[in-house]
Nanobody, 125 residues
Framework: QVQLVESGGRLVQAGGSLRLSCAAS????????VGWFRQAPGKERDFVAR????????YYADSVKGRFTISRDNAKNTVYLQMNSLKPEDTAVYYC??????????????????WGQGTQVTVSS
């Protein structure tokens, strides 16, 4: 059991950068696989990135590959999403999610057991 809280979302100009944080409590984040998802109003929740326990294996959606970087600092019990070259279409509520060992596909929301409340990212032109 782990609680997740996202932070760092705000209004940013297109082409700019943001770093989102996912702080965990209740359990150490090192024992969890963590993913980032995003959801625009009226749309489904889409996969963004995933990182494994050690942080050595990372997986990104094609839409963000080369622009976004997922990382983790287990000592701080935090996972980060560095977002560069932001576009208006990146506007969404961003969620972090966690699961221990799982067999499901990492890009599917149903594969994760724990979710944060989300943080709003708005990219202006």
């Amino acid at each position: 059991q782990v609680q997740l809280v996202e932070s760092g979302g705000r209004l940013v100009q297109a082409g700019g950068s943001l770093r989102l944080s996912c702080a965990a409590s209740g359990r150490t984040i090192s024992s969890y696989v963590v993913g980032w998802f995003r959801q625009a109003p009226g749309k489904e929740r889409d996969f963004v990135a995933r990182i494994t326990w050690s942080g050595t294996s990372k997986y990104y959606a094609d839409s963000v590959k080369g622009r976004f970087t997922i990382s983790r600092d287990n000592a701080k019990n935090t996972v980060y999403l560095q977002m560069n070259s932001l576009k208006p279409e990146d506007t969404a509520v961003y969620y972090c999610a966690a699961v221990r060992a799982f067999a499901g596909p990492p890009a599917v929301p149903g594969s994760y057991d724990y979710w944060g409340q989300g943080t709003q990212v708005t990219v202006s032109s």
